[in-house]
């Protein structure tokens, strides 16, 4: 499985961007996508993932009701549209794929990750 994350860039704050992990490869083994990220210094936090069966979505508190995580089957890619930025979500945003149905938000359990795509909120 190969994931590629893109969108990324420079947004003040309230602004929005949207993300994009493209999968591709044996996605019929992956139970879900996640999107994580990874300020500096800091551990890699969960941000929200989508079952790719049933669609089922879950989010971080730190987001929830600002960001959204949803799939696009045409272009098989997990998106996540994000609003009311702020300088705290400034990080490296990293989607991965996860082939085991438990512990969906554990980094440490998520087997495939794309390469990161910086977001960076200024004030």
């Known amino acids: 499985v190969q994931l590629q994350a893109s969108g990324g860039g420079l947004v003040q704050t309230g602004g929005s961007l949207r993300l994009s992990c493209a999968v591709s490869?044996?996605?019929?083994?992956?139970?879900?996508i996640g999107w994580f990220r990874q300020g500096v210094g800091e551990d890699r936090d969960f941000i929200a993932f989508?079952?790719?069966?049933?669609?089922?979505?879950y989010y971080a508190d730190t987001v929830k009701g600002r960001f959204t995580i949803s799939r696009d089957r045409a272009k098989n890619t997990v998106d996540l549209q994000m609003n009311e930025l702020t300088p705290v979500d400034t990080a490296v945003y990293y989607c991965?794929?996860?082939?085991?149905?438990?512990?969906?938000?554990?980094?440490?359990?998520?087997?495939?990750w794309g390469q990161g795509t910086q977001v960076t909120v200024s004030s």
């Open positions: 490869g044996r996605t019929s083994d992956v139970h879900a």
């Open positions: 989508i079952t790719l069966t049933g669609g089922s979505t």
């Open positions: 991965a794929a996860r082939l085991g149905r438990t512990y969906l938000t554990s980094s440490r359990q998520y087997n495939f």
